[in-house]
């Protein structure tokens, strides 16, 4: 549809503008182009992504064809080439700044980066193979995509997926999941962080760490905790002997101190806390709480409405009733 003397609606404006953008990045001559896969391969990606039942389908009918949608399949070709292109030594390995599709393509939208990393994969599992990553581990580590697709379901009442800029550190190789936890390796960043905990005996701006991330499929189980920790060590210098990490660092609203002034004393989260010691700034953490914890996308939360049925939900709803604010915390512990 067009507009006024062949103008384009806003509509259209706002699609071809998506595609622009993405179009806009470099050809990366260097990184082999996908291809579409056939039934049996997209069906099989699927599983290894755990994409959920109810997602399939629109997954599967909305995979652009080179020759029918040649604009969105290219778009997706400048993705797939970003997301594994070589920045170069000593440069930062930073996630593409790829833009939300606009709501006008509808679920051919919301699935855009879903499409891409299901085009993507081979490429991915290859880098696996080549470090000697176990099944068992790559497996757990690329199912993180379809524990988003449930996550963007519970909170938007649709099928979609808005984590891509997240799951950029699977795919390079750079977090996996072992056990309870994920790992990325990274570097301390105390521009980010607010600070370092090098006067404490932590790390310094810029040394090596495993930043330790909590996927939301369980209770913070000690001993499940004590495995992956224990776990990361012999990981990251089986696979990646090229350097050595001594501490782990995190940040989440999950460090939050005032939290035990809310939980009972044996609170896996609370003891989760104990691991580390915290250090730099703490800014307001209120929509990552009602994000993660209730499904409630930023600016939607109605506090009246959200769910009560446990301790941590009725401790986080009054303490935001009565003026309070959650908190993100830094903190470092050593690994063993």
């Given at each position: 549809?067009?507009?006024h ?11 071809r503008?998506w ?35 109810p ?9 652009p064809?080179p ?16 997301l ?70 519970l ?9 891509q ?7 390079r ?9 994920q ?19 932590g ?42 990490h ?41 929509d ?37 604010h ?10 063993p």
């Amino acid at each position: 549809m067009t507009g006024h003397a062949g103008r384009p609606t806003d509509t259209e404006a706002a699609v071809r503008h998506w595609l622009a953008v993405l179009g806009e990045q470099p050809a990366v001559t260097t990184v082999t182009d996908p291809t579409p896969p056939t039934g049996s391969e997209l069906a099989e990606r699927m599983d290894l992504l755990a994409v959920p039942g109810p997602d399939r389908e629109e997954v599967a009918a909305g995979l652009p064809d080179p020759g029918r949608d040649p604009a969105r399949w290219e778009a997706l070709v400048r993705c797939h080439q970003q997301l594994y292109a070589d920045p170069g030594p000593g440069a930062p390995s930073a996630a593409p700044d790829w833009p939300t599709a606009p709501a006008a393509l509808g679920s051919d939208g919301r699935y855009f980066y879903v499409h891409l990393y299901v085009l993507a994969l081979p490429q991915a599992l290859d880098r696996q193979r080549r470090l000697g990553i176990p099944d068992d581990v790559v497996a757990a580590t690329f199912a993180d995509l379809g524990a988003k697709l449930t996550t963007y379901r519970l909170g938007h009442g649709t099928g979609g997926f808005d984590r891509q800029r997240w799951i950029v550190r699977h795919f390079r190789g750079a977090l996996h999941r072992l056990g309870r936890l994920q790992f990325e390796r990274g570097v301390l960043d105390a521009d980010a962080s607010g600070g370092d905990a090098a006067a404490a005996g932590g790390p310094a701006h810029g040394d090596p760490v495993l930043q330790v991330h909590i996927p939301e499929d369980g209770p913070l189980d000690r001993a499940g905790c004590d495995a992956s920790f224990a776990a990361a060590g012999e990981f990251q210098a089986r696979h990646f002997p090229g350097g050595r990490h001594r501490h782990a660092t995190c940040s989440s609203w999950l460090l939050d101190r005032q939290l035990a002034d809310h939980l009972p004393e044996s609170s896996n989260i609370l003891a989760f806390q104990r691991r580390f010691a915290t250090f730099g700034a703490r800014p307001v953490g209120d929509d990552d709480v009602l994000e993660f914890v209730f499904h409630a996308p930023p600016g939607t939360a109605d506090l009246d409405r959200l769910p009560q049925r446990t301790t941590l939900h009725r401790s986080l709803v009054r303490h935001l009733r009565s003026g309070g604010h959650w908190r993100t915390a830094h903190g470092w512990t050593d690994l063993p």
